[in-house]
């Protein structure tokens, strides 16, 4: 090839080279540069095109790319707006092109066929990106997977026949979509059901993805979605029994539910679903609360769950399915947070399928007011996601986009989006007066007709008799009557299957947790051997080498030591255990060491993966820098594997609130409203160290208020022993509980903050006594956690035997049987005191006052900081001021 004056032959070489592999990797002047040079090259026997003609060959390349580029934006895909006909950069002059060009044969590059005329290439590329289907696809960088695509769009023209039986099981589904929410309508009016109605070819999409699914092995899918037409799902997917459904709308009770229940549009539902050529595929839908988007990660971590027991490429059998609103999916950061977990090594699922259902409003406000993007999807193009974009009334087209979404989603294990553009034919809800916000909107909306007849009408012009059109949709009537004069149906609830071996209520009382002293020393011993040829970080060498002593000497076992030998106990008992968050293979505070890095190659180990047995596992994954969607992840895997100790830690308690959603409607309600427990435990390190207002609280407080019913455990252990027996016990209890737990940050070092061998053969103690002899005591201090360590460092200096102490190690549930007993022991003590290091408004005082009254017969005195409106002080100075304050308080002279 010629050299252009001045440049380097190898840049340009190295372009052209680039250039073959993908046009649009150069500059505009260079792919018309190449495209004439190879055209001349190339002609068919040999001949040169003239200039004129190569510049109109290298024009229809650059008019193919923008067709696959940008024909989204002449796509037909709303319902409500006319259909766009042209774009100037889609137009034939935009390339110096003109209709004379029209019926010209050319030689494009990357096209379905080696040549062809024009007029031929823009019909496909306006029937193929332009018509009921608009695919954003060009922001892949990988030109395979574009290549993938295009290939399965271009030549079927992203519109493949349908046969006879599957266009009539489309109009099937339709019709059972639309005839449910009428009977709804009918039937129980006034009620909130949030209609699908203007959204129906959603059902026949998703009948589509379950049946692509187990044509490609699934045997597991798991879905998550908000309220909008989630009754239609589980009728229509899932089969969820009609009678039982009717039951809910008449709330007629007899449903044998145990706890608070929730409203019918969030409830979950699961059963195997045999299809016609007698496949058998796992369905189900997660419970969710009204938060939108806030479940998308539990599906997630529901789905891992199966994975990882179901064994290596199970990531293609087992399949998450979000179906999201246009509005939630571009105004919730969740999503974005979800998406970012999808290629994570700890977090992925083998690629999710999105379904949008756009219907071109978030209750009342408009997309110009809820996003900044032109599309609700775009925020998914972080991940490089194709995005389909389809036409609400084209129920074949949506069809199509769902097999060809899950075949994408089986070849390259990503996330795919599929977004059905249609409108909302009622209100928010069934009571909500839309014209208020919308007249214009819904002035076009009442007058279509629902989508069942429009696709009927067209299979009647196609010859499909009307009489059975109509004998289908007599059916589904007769279906729906029938049931409605029916009682429900038995189904399946929370505590069956895997669950069966678990208690429902909580079972207060001691559980053997202990370990004796040989398995103990053998499993030291074990943790601190280094492969041959593996060189740690000095410093960590020496820990691990110092952890092997202590247990050695039966004395000095710190917290990162105990907490590392209850999971190797439970690893050797045959236990899986899952522990996740920011920074959790080291620890926060560089305690921990879970993984270990060669100085010299960087290859890792983990000394507990050699504990494991019975095919237990330890995974200890760096979560990305997020609270919400990573602590929802870790719910779902809980909730899906009740017989793995699952950990998520956060890397300072504060941030916890990152989380609340989670915490508050999945953690602490889930089982309640729900039926579905979780034995998931949470690591808070929490305590007053003078670092300020967003590194000192895990807030107490906060989940003391979601207490109630024992439907979770909160703890503020003081000792390394204490943490081994809570972690040990979580798996020994005959029930599942989530377990909340402040844990440490300078005891992590502190001199006095170590346990003894033997302490490790024991079990968790709720309530720990100590200080003066019983007869001696004067004063009764009662406080838990860190606070101790400062009144008995106060305590030995100044050689108070007149001072009792008592920790309370679990505050819920709280046993004021044990409290009780303790106090007992100290009749003497006339002063008793609640210490605590936050404020008065903040830690466990608002909550255990109470229950003090009682035990006392009046309320104990309070000592601690004031009522604040933030956790902490920012100074140290003033930290410290504040610490010797409660503790010279707490141990002042006089009664």
């Not at 680039?18 to 540069?33: E, G, L, Y």
């Not at 092109?97 to 066929?113: A, G, I, M, N, W």
């Not at 070849?411 to 795919?416: I, L, M, R, T, Y």
């Not at 005082?845 to 933030?870: H, K, M, T």
Request: charged share 25%.
């Amino acid at each position: 090839m010629s050299i252009l004056p001045g440049a380097d032959p190898e840049f340009i070489e190295s372009l052209y080279l680039r250039w073959r592999d993908d046009p649009a990797a150069v500059s505009p002047q260079w792919h018309a540069f190449f495209s004439g040079y190879e055209l001349g090259r190339g002609m068919p026997g040999g001949e040169t095109l003239s200039p004129e003609l190569a510049a109109k060959q290298s024009a229809v390349d650059s008019l193919i790319y923008r067709y696959r580029d940008l024909g989204h934006l002449l796509a037909c895909t709303d319902p409500l707006s006319p259909c766009k006909l042209e774009h100037p950069l889609l137009a034939l002059d935009h390339y110096d092109l003109d209709e004379r060009d029209l019926d010209r044969t050319f030689h494009p590059r990357r096209y379905v066929k080696k040549e062809a005329t024009l007029r031929e290439i823009l019909d496909t590329l306006r029937e193929t990106y332009c018509r009921s289907v608009g695919v954003e696809f060009m922001h892949i960088q990988d030109p395979s997977v574009r290549s993938w695509l295009m290939e399965r769009m271009e030549p079927v023209r992203n519109r493949p026949t349908f046969s006879r039986e599957e266009k009539l099981n489309i109009l099937g589904k339709l019709q059972e979509a639309a005839l449910f929410e009428e009977f709804l309508h009918r039937k129980f009016q006034g009620q909130k059901r949030f209609s699908l109605e203007g959204g129906e070819t959603l059902i026949p999409l998703l009948d589509a993805v379950v049946e692509r699914a187990a044509e490609h092995g699934g045997t597991d899918l798991i879905l998550g979605m908000a309220h909008r037409g989630r009754l239609n799902v589980l009728a229509n997917i899932l089969g969820k029994p009609l009678e039982n459904i009717f039951a809910e709308f008449a709330d007629n009770g007899g449903l044998g539910f145990v706890g608070d229940g929730d409203v019918k549009y969030h409830k979950g539902f699961s059963r195997d679903r045999e299809l016609t050529d007698g496949r058998v595929i796992h369905l189900t839908m997660a419970f969710n609360p009204s938060h939108l988007e806030a479940v998308d990660p539990v599906v997630e971590g529901k789905c891992r769950a199966r994975q990882d027991v179901a064994g290596p490429g199970s990531d293609k059998r087992v399949l998450p399915l979000l179906i999201h609103g246009d509005a939630a999916f571009a105004g919730q950061g969740v999503v974005a947070e979800t998406l970012n977990l999808s290629q994570l090594e700890g977090y992925r699922t083998g690629g999710t399928l999105h379904v949008v259902i756009n219907n071109q409003i978030g209750f009342t406000t408009l997309p110009a007011d809820a996003r900044s993007s032109l599309y609700a999807t775009d925020v998914a193009k972080m991940v490089a996601a194709p995005v389909f974009h389809v036409h609400g009334e084209d129920p074949e087209a949506a069809v199509h986009v769902a097999r060809l979404a899950l075949d994408y989603r089986q070849a390259f294990g990503a996330d795919v989006v599929v977004e059905i553009i249609c409108y909302r034919r009622h209100g928010h809800n069934e009571g909500d007066e839309p014209y208020f916000t919308q007249p214009a909107m819904y002035s076009l909306i009442k007058d279509r007709p629902p989508v069942h007849e429009v696709y009927a009408a067209r299979l009647a012009e196609e010859g499909i008799g009307r009489e059975e059109i109509a004998a289908r949709s007599a059916e589904m009537t007769r279906r729906l009557d029938a049931a409605l004069g029916s009682p429900p149906r038995p189904v399946p609830g929370g505590f069956e299957g895997k669950w069966e071996q678990y208690r429902r209520d909580y079972a207060p009382g001691p559980v053997e947790t202990g370990v004796s002293r040989d398995v103990l020393q053998d499993l030291a011993f074990r943790l601190a051997v280094i492969p041959d040829g593996f060189t740690p970080h000095p410093k960590v060498a020496a820990l691990l080498a110092k952890r092997r002593e202590a247990v050695e000497r039966g004395e000095g076992i710190d917290w990162g030591s105990a907490e590392t030998l209850a999971y190797a106990t439970l690893l050797a008992e045959g236990v899986s255990i899952r522990l996740s968050g920011e920074d959790t293979r080291r620890g926060t505070f560089g305690h921990r060491h879970a993984v270990l890095h060669d100085m010299a190659t960087d290859a890792s180990f983990v000394p507990l993966a050699g504990t494991a047995t019975n095919g237990a596992s330890f995974q200890a994954w760096d979560s990305m820098l997020s609270e919400f969607a990573v602590l929802g992840f870790e719910y779902g895997y809980s909730v899906e594997a009740p017989e793995a100790l699952v950990i998520w830690e956060a890397q300072f308690g504060d941030f916890a609130n990152g989380a609340q959603v989670i915490i508050d409607q999945f953690i602490a309600g889930g089982e309640s409203k729900w039926q579905r427990v979780s034995g998931l435990v949470l690591l808070l390190p929490h305590g007053y160290e003078g670092q300020g207002a967003e590194h000192s609280s895990a807030r107490i407080e906060r989940f003391l208020q979601l207490c109630a019913d024992n439907n979770m455990q909160v703890a503020y252990p003081s000792t390394p022993a204490q943490l081994f027996h809570l972690l040990r016990r979580q798996m020994k209890q005959p029930f599942r509980k989530p377990l909340v737990v402040f844990s440490p940050k300078s005891l992590l070092r502190h001199p006095q903050c170590v346990s003894r061998l033997e302490e490790l053969q024991g079990m968790f103690r709720e309530v720990i006594v100590g200080g003066a002899a019983p007869e001696k005591a004067r004063r009764l201090l009662l406080c838990t956690g860190k606070i101790y360590y400062d009144l008995l460092e106060r305590v030995e200096k100044d050689g108070r035997e007149d001072v009792a102490i008592v920790r309370v190690e679990q505050l819920y549930p709280l046993r004021t049987d044990l409290l009780g007993e303790a106090v007992e022991r100290f009749p003497e003590a006339k002063d008793v005191a609640w210490v605590q290091e936050e404020p008065r408004n903040m830690g466990a005082w608002s909550f255990i006052r109470s229950p003090l009254a009682e035990i006392f017969g009046a309320e104990p005195r309070y000592v601690g900081r004031q009522e604040n409106d933030v956790p902490a002080v920012g100074s140290h100075r003033l930290h410290g001021e504040e610490q010797e304050r409660i503790v010279v308080e707490a141990l002042r002279s006089g009664p």
